[in-house]
């Protein structure tokens, strides 16, 4: 099982924590927010706490800090802006598109808002109760990548002339009674469908999952969306469970459909 990040330097974890959080921000933003406690070697007021105020951490222990996050890959930097690093190596892949060149890539930061709308046009044209709620948790966030101690999660996306047409999504957690598993939402739309935009998205999506020591990797969808269905089986995939009249959708009780795939063959 892949262990959380680890950080041999307090002011390194605090630096990557920030990014974390934001998503993508500018060296000089992360300095300035990063306030640390200022050494000195001058006696406590007597009155007070004796401390001085902290402060953002000063300019070349900051590049310091940063160059050894950049190094090991936990910080990577992108037009000109901070980011988490891809927790595996992850490659830019394509395939044609009725002569479309569609690419399929590990989502950036500034992918945020196209994202979020691909998913909810198929969580409303599928009733894809799921990833409705994956839309508006990373929308109410702002941030599509999480990797800490309680968190792993990773986005991948369609594009094909630098719009998004379909996601991935996977994310696991550190409980111990549950890290084996993942979960996995994935969508592309119609009109893309049937080109290997879908395979090439679950390809990336499952070997990333395998890199971070994941053994199941299940989805939940309603019994309506039968394409999805037939896809994920279509992929090896088996339905474990059926959840009688799970959602109420337009007026309508419907079944949802449990399905998984373990990495090690079992």
Known sequence: MATPRQFD????????EYVEQNGAVTPDAVRRNVLVQPESESKPARSGSGLEP????????????LSILKRDGTIEEYDGKLRVGLPADATERTVDVDGLEATVRPARQEDLSGVVAVIRTIAADDSYVVASRLAEEI????????????????????????????????????????????????????EYRGEGLGSL????????????GHRKIYQNVPATNEGAVEFLEGNGWDVEATRRGHYQIDGQLVDEVQLATWLDGE
């Not at 998205?201 to 971070?212: H, I, S, V, Y």
């Open 54 to 65: 902290s402060q953002p951490m000063p300019t070349e222990e900051f590049n310091h800090h």
């Open 139 to 190: 929308n109410q966030e702002g941030v599509l990548l999480r990797h800490n101690e309680n968190e792993r999660r990773v986005v991948f996306v369609a594009t094909v002339e630098d719009d998004a047409v379909g996601w991935l999504h996977v994310e696991g957690t550190q409980f111990p009674e549950m890290e084996h598993t993942a979960e996995l939402t994935l969508g592309v739309l119609g």
């Open 9 to 16: 330097h307090a002011r390194r974890r605090q630096i990557y």
């Open 201 to 212: 998205l679950m390809e990336q999506g499952l070997e990333w999952a395998d890199t971070q």
